[in-house]
Structures are given as structure tokens and as C-alpha cells.
């Protein structure tokens, strides 16, 4: 599977953005789709995740409230809407692929090439 993230910008605190995340190649292993995140001279760190099959969800606890995960199968694509964003939301997103339900970024593979997210004050 090959994936590639799309959408990012430069946006204004408090604004809203959607993220898309295309699949290609995409067979019955690749079971989810997580999205995670990179700030300069940061970790990078978890978001969301949904499977594939039945669109189950998982967020981390700052992106609860103020995000939606979804995907399209017919699009092969998985989409991040994100609200109120925040100066301390700019990074790189990524989106890669899990063969199972996890949040531990050492399961997932092909990342995509990132898209920068980045919201002024």
C-alpha cells in the first residue's frame, strides 16, 4: 500500500481543516489507517485511527474533542477534520497504515510524505 497525505496549510487559530489520506494498493492487511503528527524538534505523536472494514475509532486525548476521523472505501481514502485549531497544532501530519488496531507508531508503515499543517496566532 502507498499512502499520501493532502490538505494542509496555513490557517488561522480557530479555524478548521480537513486532511485526506489516499490509499493505493491498499490489500486485506492493511486494516487501519492512523493519523499522527511532528512538530519541530518533537516525537511524533498519534492522532486518530479507523479500520478499513468497520470505521472503528481511536483518538488521542487533546484530539477528542476537536477532531473526526472517517474514511471512504470507495475513495480508498481516510479524511482528519480538525476544529478550533490551535498555534500548538502546527506540524507535519502523516498518515501510514497498521495491520492492526494500535497507537504505537512503531506498527505502522507507509508513511506518505506528510503534509504541514501550520496555524497562526
Known amino acids: 500500500v502507498q499512502l499520501q497525505a493532502s490538505g494542509g496549510g496555513l490557517v488561522q487559530a480557530g479555524d478548521s481543516l480537513t486532511l485526506s489520506c489516499a490509499a493505493s494498493?491498499?490489500?486485506?492487511?492493511?486494516?487501519?489507517v492512523g493519523w499522527f503528527r511532528q512538530a519541530p524538534k518533537k516525537e511524533r505523536e498519534f492522532v486518530a485511527l479507523?479500520?478499513?472494514?468497520?470505521?472503528?475509532?481511536y483518538y488521542a486525548d487533546f484530539a477528542k474533542q476537536r477532531s473526526t476521523i472517517s474514511r471512504s472505501n470507495a475513495r480508498n481514502t481516510v479524511y482528519l477534520q480538525m476544529n478550533s485549531l490551535e498555534p500548538e497544532d502546527t506540524a507535519v501530519y502523516y498518515c501510514?497504515?497498521?495491520?492492526?488496531?494500535?497507537?504505537?507508531?512503531?506498527?505502522?508503515?507507509?508513511w506518505g510524505q506528510g503534509t504541514q499543517v501550520t496555524v497562526s496566532s
Open positions: 479507523i479500520t478499513w472494514s468497520s470505521g472503528r475509532t
Open positions: 494498493g491498499r490489500t486485506s492487511s492493511n486494516y487501519a
Open positions: 501510514a497504515s497498521a495491520s492492526s488496531f494500535t497507537t504505537n507508531v512503531h506498527f505502522y508503515h507507509a
